[in-house]
């Protein structure tokens, strides 16, 4: 009996945790959909976003509070970024664009070393925990949770219930008609770049809210995030969501039943038998709903 509430609590903890884990997934998803690059500075987007709501709780504001700030300070960003660098490189080999964006990372890395420093931080809000039954729940844990399953269900309906959305989805799938029928695919680009950098940032607030994190977090975030898009399928959103579960699950249940430094090892044990075994995906690939 008492192994079984181990059991239902870690995967409790994993199924929290994924959440967070798809929003920044999504974000990561949809920038290589419709721009054809892998981002690898999203790592390090998710690092300004953490803290950015850091340098605010410090000024007063609520984190809470400070979030939806956050995502439109990112979403600007992200714009620029793709308007001024990104669009030079969209139609050139992908190269190019993973050593543009790897300078981009190298430079919003350390300019977070030099306004931060290296040393760890967190914000300990809403500390307790929810007893049901016998299990227990942290309340931030829960509270980020919702928030994230709310922007995800945000995004799921702007993405299949909008004209925006279905420019997106058509620039998706079909770029050069969807610019024969008059979309500005150009602007498209723009505003999925600025879209992917919000969700980065948006996730970097709720990971310093749940973790002790330095400006050098975004070496990992991004090899993880990859693993979650690949194991779940490139291109396909559903699936991301099916990748982060499973990203987030290994990681819980190894942490939980071996050491924390293992949980790395787990996760890309995982993701090297996904490209052995099932490189499409789980739910394979290119779907946009």
């Known amino acids: 009996m008492q192994d079984s509430l181990l059991i239902l609590q870690v995967l409790i903890n994993g199924l929290l945790l994924a959440g967070v884990y798809g929003v920044a ?18 790592g390090d987007f998710m690092m300004l976003g953490a803290f950015m709501v850091y ?12 979030i939806p700030i956050v995502g439109g300070i990112l979403f600007i960003i992200g714009l620029l970024t793709e308007r001024f660098l990104v669009e030079r490189v969209v139609y050139q080999p992908m190269a190019y664009s993973l050593l543009l964006l790897y300078a981009v990372s190298i430079v919003v890395r350390n300019a977070g070393l030099n306004v931060w420093t290296s ?18 729940v942290s309340e931030i844990r829960l ?48 505003l999925t770049f600025g879209v992917g950098t919000l969700l980065a940032g948006i996730t970097g607030t709720f990971f310093i809210m749940l973790f002790s994190v330095n ?17 779940g399928g490139l291109g396909n959103y559903l699936g991301t969501f099916a990748g982060a579960l499973v990203i987030a699950l290994a990681e819980t249940f190894t942490g939980f039943y071996g050491t924390t430094q293992f949980t790395d090892v787990a996760v890309f044990a995982i993701f090297l038998l996904s ?15």
């Open 25 to 42: 997934a999504i974000g990561l998803n949809l920038i290589f959909g419709v721009l054809r690059v892998a981002n690898i500075a999203h």
């Open 55 to 66: 340098t605010l709780s410090g000024l007063g504001l609520s984190p809470l509070i400070g």
């Open 119 to 136: 040393n760890y931080v967190s914000l300990n809000i809403l500390p307790g925990s929810l007893h049901i039954g016998p299990l227990d």
């Open 143 to 190: 509270v980020v949770f919702m928030i994230a399953v709310g922007l995800t269900v945000a995004f799921t309906l702007i993405l299949n219930r909008t004209i925006m959305g279905k420019t997106i989805r058509a620039s998706i799938q079909h770029p050069d008609l969807a610019g024969a029928c008059g979309i500005d695919v150009r602007k498209v680009r723009a």
């Open 215 to 231: 400006p050098e977090m975004g070496d990992m975030m991004i090899l993880k995030l990859f693993a979650i898009v690949i194991v």
């Open 275 to 289: 490209l052995i075994l099932r490189p499409q995906g789980l739910l394979g690939g290119r779907k946009t709903a």
